[in-house]
């Protein structure tokens, strides 16, 4: 009987870490984000929209602070070319969000530092009205250094970027950026 639940356990294991990740895993932030954002404000006033999605970003951290995978919270990626880096622990994911996109095509690229670990990149793209469209899907295996991503026809949207570590043990490091 020990034996089955064992077995039963490590087979439900390695079902939920091998399953594909979904575009709106952990994303009803860029709800809030839809709701106060508009077109036109992002015409008129584009650092408005970013003040509001650190204020949101700020209250969903302050909400899960005492929570162990507080960094589990999305994190904003400028497009503006700037690098961001990070480590990403055995089969943990991290999520960046764009904020709206004003122009017609964005570029976006990942750098496997280390060449280590496994870890799976999706790429998704969100509207106003919440659908979610899954632009690009790329798993790195460990021997790829960098993979760069151009998205086009993505104006008037969010863009999600979920990187998750695959492997229980290694730790996936990483740095990306859009532009």
Known sequence: MKKALHIGIIALAISFTTSAQECNEGLGMINSLWEKATLEQALTNPDAIID???????????S???LSFKSDAPKLLFINGKQKQGTIKGLKKRVYVTSLIMKESITITIQNTQQ??????????????????????????????????????????IISISIKNKEASGKFEYKIAAF
């Open 116 to 157: 280590l670990a496994v870890a799976e990149v999706v790429i998704c793209a969100h509207d106003k009205s919440g659908a979610a469209q899954n632009i690009h899907q790329f798993q790195f295996t460990g021997e790829e250094s960098d993979q760069t991503f151009v998205l086009e026809a993505i104006k008037g949207k």
């Open 52 to 62: 509001e999605f650190n204020t949101l970003k700020g209250s969903l951290g302050s």
């Open 64 to 66: 899960l602070n005492s």
